[in-house]
């Protein structure tokens, strides 16, 4: 207990180490600051114990991708059943990751795809090279990813690393909030005069007639581990296919059987409840559209 921080949590040991345990009636009974508190202190924390960098440069020649460690966890993936918005794919189950792994702490930018590939397919190109590739299909962005050493993140990663220790709708609370993210609600705020009429537009070519659109990364503010536009900008692909989840308890999971892969997080055209931390849903890998994009990790 207390290996890695001075914070009033539960940690449980799997295989031999500690690692943070987000499951507990314990943590539960934190408020969302203090979780985001201790997350972040958990893994600051971990790096240190671990003599492990809390960032690395990912294709520095290249792409220059900045990544932050990523702690392992135990954590319950899903949603509950009362929760606002909710899908009935997002069934509650916990979960551990029992390795640490380095994650992207942006999607990956239009001018990072185009320091790799050559290529920048991106619908938006006018808002700049440093908003999200986005018009990219799965099996483009794992070449993408292998080519520079690293992979898409499964589900699994992606939620953990999303949430940062909260278990709440968003990881900044249990109310959607416009400042937090690029969203739907955020273009209706921006361009309408009254924020109720933009419920009226569904995702859709409307949204780009009201100037909806993606943004730069690192617009909005970060997540309890430094992670910025995990919620919001654009879809995001992950490796897994598009599954059930199990039932049960589940150690590093990823879907392997299915036709279509997984991808999370809500974009510029989508409302608040299309933008919480479970949200999830698949699509065929040779898809390809301007709301979808993703980001890279490495595996320790």
């Known amino acids: 207990m207390g290996e890695y921080f001075d914070c009033p949590i539960v940690q449980c040991q799997h295989e031999g180490q500690w690692i943070m345990?987000?499951?507990?009636?314990?943590?539960?009974?934190l408020s969302i600051a203090e979780q985001a508190k201790c997350a972040g202190m958990y893994q600051r924390g971990y790096a240190k114990l671990n003599h492990l960098d809390l960032e690395m440069i990912v294709d520095p020649d290249r792409a220059k991708i900045q990544t932050i460690l990523i702690p392992p966890g135990r954590f319950i993936m899903g949603s509950p059943k009362n929760e606002e918005g909710r899908w009935e794919n997002e069934r509650q189950h916990l979960v551990i990751l029992s390795k640490p792994?380095?994650?992207?702490?942006?999607?990956v930018t239009q001018a990072q795809w185009e320091a790799v590939m050559n290529t920048n397919p991106s619908y938006f190109t006018a808002v700049g090279k440093d908003a999200p590739v986005e018009s990219v299909t799965w099996n483009e962005c794992t070449k993408f990813c292998k080519i520079i050493g690293g992979s898409l993140p499964t589900?699994?990663?992606?939620?953990?690393?999303?949430?940062?220790?909260?278990?709440?709708?968003?990881?900044?609370?249990?109310?959607?909030?416009?400042?937090?993210?690029n969203s739907a609600s955020y273009w209706a705020k921006q361009v309408l005069s009254n924020y109720d009429e933009g419920k009226k537009f569904?995702?859709?070519?409307?949204?780009?007639?009201?100037?909806?659109r993606t943004t730069s990364v690192k617009k909005f503010p970060p997540n309890p581990f430094a992670l910025y536009?995990?919620?919001?900008?654009?879809?995001?692909?992950?490796?897994?296919?598009?599954?059930?989840?199990p039932s049960s308890f589940a150690i590093d999971p990823c879907h392997q059987s299915g036709v279509y892969r997984a991808y999370r997080g809500g974009?510029?055209?989508?409302?608040?409840?299309?933008?919480?931390?479970?949200?999830?849903?698949?699509?065929?890998?040779?898809?390809?559209?301007?709301?979808?994009?993703?980001?890279?990790?490495?595996?320790?």
């Not at 589900?155 to 959607?176: K, V």
């Not at 536009?229 to 989840?245: K, M, P, R, S, T």
């Open 101 to 107: 792994y380095y994650m992207g702490k942006t999607p």
């Open 21 to 29: 345990d987000m499951s507990t009636e314990g943590w539960h009974k």
């Open 267 to 300: 974009s510029w055209g989508n409302f608040a409840t299309t933008l919480r931390s479970a949200i999830r849903t698949g699509m065929d890998p040779t898809y390809a559209c301007h709301y979808l994009g993703f980001r890279v990790v490495v595996n320790l």
């Open 229 to 245: 536009d995990i919620l919001g900008n654009i879809w995001e692909w992950c490796q897994d296919a598009y599954a059930d989840y």
């Open 155 to 181: 589900e699994a990663q992606w939620e953990y690393a999303c949430r940062g220790g909260t278990q709440s709708a968003y990881y900044w609370g249990t109310l959607f909030d416009l400042t937090q993210c």
């Open 202 to 212: 569904g995702f859709n070519e409307k949204w780009e007639i009201l100037g909806a």
